[in-house]
């Protein structure tokens, strides 16, 4: 049974793709919106320029409890949320434009796209904000954590990027990357990519989860005819594109597989996977764009809106 529906955004296009859930029961969004301004309950969030990115939170009856922005003068996208057992909030984006303000520090891209992992307060204050960049387009597209609330980030890029003291260079096209992060200070701990000569990358809608002794685990797609995970090289049935899962340990150690038949990505990169769902004890959100009016209470203000419920 239908609990509560609510809405928010603007008169732009406003879109929900990132959710996750505290210990308390309330939800925490990311997603963007391209209008002049978007509204979160009694909050007001104006536009820098393109899309922003918005990070909110809302209580377990589905009432905004504060939102916040992060925007330049270019395009940029909120993509995946994680909370911790204290309530903070990290968030995987990536933007181009040329600089980007998250609280206190301002992030100077050095490619076309960039990403950048942030964490948010219980209160969403910024507290620290990372920049994933380097000579080509770099992309931050999921992000989870361990049982210590270290962030783990899931993207893709091309060219060379260096994270922390390591230096990771694609093989050709799009590779898949995965970084650790200390949760106080968003620091890189180590970084891993994975890939062929063709794209072989983490896109939005690819998802990666850590298990309770910090091994990660990861879904992307790939084009290649081999790939190569650390000291793996793993045959591709499928040029037209397949589904890879691959799991990394503790310290980023790669190993992975394909799963072959995959149907190849559609469309631009800025429009993901169009819904998203967590299931937890006795509920279902589900952060979706909306295209046509919701009943009983949500009602669309644009060509697209945000809502959950």
């Not at 909110?56 to 909370?83: E, H, M, N, P, Y």
């Not at 948010?120 to 931050?140: E, F, I, M, P, R």
């Not at 169009?274 to 979706?288: D, E, H, N």
Request: charge should be neutral; charged fraction near 10%.
């Amino acid at each position: 049974m239908l609990q509560w529906a609510t809405r928010a955004g603007g008169a732009g296009d406003d879109t929900a793709v990132g959710i996750a859930v505290d210990g308390g029961g309330n939800a925490y969004l990311a997603g963007s919106y391209s209008g002049a301004s978007a509204t979160f309950g009694t909050t007001t969030l104006a536009n820098g320029g393109g899309r922003d990115v918005v990070v909110a939170k809302l209580s377990t009856a589905g009432s905004w409890q504060w939102a916040s922005r992060v925007g330049g003068s270019g395009d940029d996208f909120g993509q995946s949320i994680a909370v911790d057992a204290s309530g903070n909030a990290y968030v995987a984006a990536y933007f181009n434009s040329s600089s980007l303000a998250v609280g206190a520090s301002t992030l100077y891209s050095t490619s076309p796209e960039s990403g950048l992992v942030a964490r948010y307060s219980t209160t969403g204050t910024a507290q620290w904000a990372t920049l994933v960049s380097g000579s080509n387009s770099a992309y931050a597209n999921a992000v989870a954590l361990d049982t210590s609330g270290n962030p783990y980030l899931l993207g893709d890029f091309s060219g060379t990027m260096t994270l922390g003291s390591t230096t990771l260079t694609s093989a050709g096209g799009q590779d898949t990357f995965v970084t650790k992060l200390s949760a106080s200070t968003g620091a890189f701990q180590w970084a891993s990519r994975a890939g062929g000569v063709n794209d072989d990358f983490a896109p939005a809608g690819s998802a990666i989860v850590v298990d309770a002794t910090g091994n990660a685990y990861i879904t992307g797609r790939s084009y290649s005819t081999s790939v190569v995970f650390g000291s793996t090289m793993l045959l591709n049935p499928n040029t037209n594109g397949s589904v890879y899962l691959a799991r990394l340990t503790s310290i980023g150690h790669l190993a992975g597989r394909y799963v072959p038949g995959a149907i190849p990505r559609q469309g631009a990169r800025q429009w993901p996977s169009m819904g998203r769902a967590i299931s937890i004890p006795r509920a279902t959100l589900v952060a979706r764009q909306q295209h046509s009016v919701v009943q009983p209470s949500p009602v669309r203000a644009a060509p697209m809106c945000m809502w959950l419920s």
